[in-house]
């Protein structure tokens, strides 16, 4: 049996532990009431934006607020929204693992937004053409990820979708789809008189172009979106993740205390042994 000292260390150790899970599961709780806020104005803005976008548009198709003669690459882009760091579970390892379903190298080219995602890409052998840090703060500047989107026919999105507190699922994408049917939940069933068209309104320098204008915000709140919805996930997977870490550090140091107990009260009863033991000697050679 161990020694008292070295599984009061443990212990210790444990309940160091113990009090890190725990403000770390208070951190990600205050992180997810203000996250879910910030994706229920993205939506409502969302929604406003499209109402007039779909009234203007010059094309059945998004394109992305590219311009006329502007020729994309033809290739899928892929994008990938991780966790800037670990203590996130392993919803990351899990998006990875969808994200290899769908890679080719010949067809597809990565952006992969977090630090931990770059890891885990590097760790599977999959070199990534793009790299952005996920953001720290509330403001996100989508500039550079847009002009990127945008050179590109087509970009697959993967990305952790907040379910619950408890469950938190990885979906992948379209965007130009996604896009539409956000737009057919916002849209109206019936237009009123206050039709924005070019019969009461005038564009300037044309249509063409404030539809492409709109296009870049709507495919700014979609990207920030999705970026809010996948932070919200990971504080929800690392919510979850450090609860069940407390859970078990408490255990464990419940059980190195009863060891501890056990051990010194081991140890007393030995030094009794003992101490009776030579005692009776004492006594056995005084008698002779």
């Given at each position: ?29 205050m ?30 198709l ?11 690459i033809?290739?899928?882009l ?5 966790a800037?760091g ?10 990875i693992?969808k ?82 049917s ?15 068209s070019?019969?009461?309104?005038i564009?300037?320098?044309?249509s ?23 932070r ?10 450090m ?6 550090s ?39």
């Amino acid at each position: 049996m161990r020694r008292p000292l070295e599984i009061r260390a443990q212990e210790n150790a444990v309940r160091s532990v113990v009090s890190l899970t725990s403000a770390l599961e208070s951190l990600s709780s205050m992180q997810i009431a203000k996250t879910k806020n910030k994706v229920l104005i993205s939506n409502q803005f969302f929604d406003e934006v499209w109402s007039i976008y779909k009234q203007i548009r010059v094309d059945a198709l998004f394109n992305f607020g590219r311009q006329v003669d502007e020729k994309p690459i033809d290739k899928e882009l892929l994008i990938l929204i991780t966790a800037k760091g670990g203590l996130s579970g392993d919803i990351d390892q899990r998006l990875i693992r969808k994200f290899i379903e769908r890679y080719d190298q010949a067809k597809n080219d990565v952006l992969v937004i977090g630090h931990h995602g770059a890891l885990k890409l590097k760790q599977s052998h999959i070199d990534y053409t793009y790299y952005f840090d996920l953001p720290e703060k509330d403001y996100i500047n989508l500039d550079p990820l847009m002009d990127i989107t945008k050179k590109y026919t087509r970009s697959r999105i993967f990305y952790q979708d907040y379910i619950s507190l408890s469950q938190q699922e990885i979906k992948d994408v379209d965007l130009s789809e996604v896009v539409s049917s956000k737009g057919r939940i916002a849209d109206m069933s019936s237009v009123g008189d206050d039709l924005v068209s070019e019969k009461n309104y005038i564009f300037e320098p044309s249509s063409y172009a404030v539809a492409a204008y709109l296009e870049n915000s709507i495919l700014r709140l979609t990207l920030a979106q999705f970026i809010y919805d996948s932070r919200l996930a990971q504080v929800a997977s690392r919510f979850k993740a450090m609860s069940a870490a407390k859970e078990r550090s408490v255990d464990t140091a419940t059980q190195l205390h009863t060891e501890y107990n056990r051990a010194k009260r081991n140890q007393v009863d030995t030094r009794l042994k003992e101490s009776l033991a030579g005692l009776k000697k004492i006594r056995a050679e005084g008698a002779a």
